[in-house]
């Protein structure tokens, strides 16, 4: 089984910065693609951004311009940077990955690892 370890969430200020990471227990190469969804109180759970394995990203367009994914094969490591953040980023990220040779894009449920979900709090 494996299992995805996500760190980084916290509270900011709009306008301010943070950066996200999901360490995988396996090779990322185990997967297609990996990403990062959200999901704020209230809300279904979104897309934000996916990566192929190979390295090519995709955005939601409430997020492009602003927010990097990015992997580090060696440390088995998926990342998020977060920039000019507003108060609606404010949600749990997850991250997944697909675990197959097929790639979900933004289709949650077919994504068959996620991690814990980590808190991110943006406040004016």
């Known amino acids: 089984q494996v299992q995805l370890t996500e760190s980084g969430g916290g509270s900011v200020q709009v306008g301010g910065s943070l950066k996200l990471s999901c360490t995988s227990s396996?090779?990322?190469?185990?997967?297609?693609?990996l990403a990062w969804f959200r999901q704020a109180p209230g809300k279904e759970r979104e897309g934000v951004a996916y990566?192929?394995?190979?390295?090519?990203?995709y955005y939601a367009n409430s997020v492009k311009g602003r927010f990097t994914i990015s992997l580090d094969a060696a440390k088995r490591t998926l990342y998020l940077q977060l920039n000019s953040l507003r108060a609606d980023d404010t949600a749990t990220y997850y991250c997944?990955?697909?675990?197959?040779?097929?790639?979900?894009?933004?289709?949650?449920?077919?994504?068959?690892?996620w991690g814990q979900g980590t808190q991110v709090t943006v406040s004016s």
């Open positions: 997944a990955a697909d675990g197959t040779n097929w790639c979900p894009e933004f289709k949650s449920p077919d994504y068959k690892y």
């Open positions: 396996a090779s990322i190469y185990m997967s297609r693609c």
């Open positions: 990566i192929y394995t190979g390295g090519t990203p």
